[in-house]
């Protein structure tokens, strides 16, 4: 409507715009903004804290990642910002993992775009990082992902990985399972073998982590 109307400045910075100006939507802003429409007068009259905040930003951006119509670009975003939403907060994660997100980020795993596949990856990894979440993502399927990826994935997604199945191994019954599955220690001495700094570093920290237990 800003651009209809004849202005050829930002709404914001009040600075020039270019004269056909790339606009791209942001469907994350979209949503916080129609979430924060629908909030009543006597919620929105009282100060917000950072964490109501914060969980009321994660919402919107879990409704983006889940839905079939958003598109990678919005997905990403979406991603990206979650990542660092749960990097610190375990309410939050908590939050994100009871949302149902975990299944709508192994599907992104399992994209060939390598952006949102790392992406998607350093979200699980947070996840994983609460206790009560590790054996669930197992029993979700991220072991055979995460064994994809050491396969064929980029390097920064290979060492995502390994980190990946370091956390689920803290869970003595995950180290069972990923050492049962096929390929899962194969590709790890693969990637210590052939792998760069950060790769070998983090495949040797898994296979540490699985040979505590016996059968491994």
Do not use: M
């Not at 990097?87 to 949102?116: F, H, M, P, W, Y």
């Not at 590790?134 to 979700?140: F, I, M, N, P, T």
């Not at 390929?183 to 540490?208: C, H, M, P, W």
Request: charge should be positive.
């Amino acid at each position: 409507q800003w651009i209809d109307s004849g202005n050829r400045t930002c709404p914001i910075t009040k600075l020039p715009l270019s004269e056909n100006p790339s606009l791209i939507p942001n469907h994350a802003l979209r949503s916080l903004i129609s979430n924060f429409a629908h909030v009543s007068p006597k919620e929105s009259s009282r100060p917000r804290t950072q964490q109501e905040h914060s969980h009321s930003q994660s919402q919107a951006l879990i409704s983006t990642l889940i839905s079939r119509s958003s598109s990678n670009a919005s997905k990403l975003e979406s991603l990206s910002r979650l990542v660092r939403l749960t990097k610190r907060d375990s309410s939050i994660r908590r939050k994100v993992t009871e949302s149902g997100v975990v299944r709508a980020a192994l599907d992104c795993v399992d994209s060939c775009n390598q952006v949102l596949q790392e992406k998607s990856l350093s979200l699980l990894l947070n996840l994983s990082l609460e206790d009560d979440n590790k054996v669930g993502l197992v029993a979700d399927g991220v072991i055979r992902r995460i064994v994809a990826v050491l396969r064929v994935g980029s390097p920064d997604c290979k060492a995502i990985a390994a980190t990946l199945l370091t956390s689920l191994a803290v869970v003595e019954v995950n180290k069972a399972t990923i050492g049962s599955y096929p390929d899962a220690i194969s590709a790890l001495v693969y990637l210590l073998r052939v792998g760069n700094d950060r790769e070998r570093k983090e495949s040797a920290t898994a296979l540490y982590a699985l040979c505590s237990f016996p059968d491994n």
